[in-house]
């Protein structure tokens, strides 16, 4: 979409796509932090880390 127009604004072209990948990873990555609010609770708070690890992935696979 920007390639074209690179190399006439050539400092902006590189800040957009040096920010904008940056802000929808960090979407997703807070996104799976909230759910993981749901499998540590007080319930399940003996689970080892694998086991929490696991659960996660599939959580995360499967929503």
Request: proline content about 3%.
């Amino acid at each position: 979409m920007l390639k074209h127009k690179e190399h006439i604004f050539l400092l902006l072209f590189h800040v957009t796509m040096d920010i904008l990948p940056a802000q929808a990873s960090a979407v997703l990555s807070e996104w799976v932090f909230l759910l993981s609010k749901e499998t540590c609770t007080d319930r399940h708070n003996k689970l080892s880390p694998t086991m929490l690890e696991t659960l996660q992935i599939l959580k995360f696979t499967y929503v």
